[in-house]
Nanobody
Framework: QVDLVESGGGSVQAGGSLRLSCAASAAIYSSYCMGWFRQAPGKEREGVVVIDRDGDTDYADSVKGRFTISKDNAKKTLFLQMNSLKPEDTAMYYC????????????????WGQGTQVTVSS
């Protein structure tokens, strides 16, 4: 059983856009806090953005104004719209649910997806 399934990654040129999706089971989607994290080669996993059940969000400074997180409650799916992509956004992107602390600074979560690769070329 896979709890979180990401999709939508790919390769784009700088300035392009991608939309990531994360489909969750009903039980996991009811988590108070869900979010997106990323990990570039040779770097630690970092928080991109989190969203709580009330819709409050917390973005990393590096993506503010370019990335937007959203949820479709009917489809139990989390999205990440990424615009104005930069080469430094290249990473494996992970969806997470039931975060220990609902902040992009914290990386503790009970559930993780398998990741989807995003590659941005200059």
């Amino acid at each position: 059983q896979v709890d979180l399934v990401e999709s939508g990654g790919g390769s784009v040129q700088a300035g392009g856009s991608l939309r990531l999706s994360c489909a969750a089971s009903a039980a996991i989607y009811s988590s108070y806090c869900m979010g997106w994290f990323r990990q570039a080669p040779g770097k630690e996993r970092e928080g991109v953005v989190v969203i709580d059940r009330d819709g409050d969000t917390d973005y990393a400074d590096s993506v503010k104004g370019r990335f937007t997180i959203s949820k479709d409650n009917a489809k139990k799916t989390l999205f990440l719209q990424m615009n104005s992509l930069k080469p430094e956004d290249t990473a494996m992107y992970y969806c997470a649910a039931d975060l220990t602390v609902c902040s992009h600074f914290y990386r503790g979560a009970r559930y993780w997806g398998q990741g989807t690769q995003v590659t941005v070329s200059s």
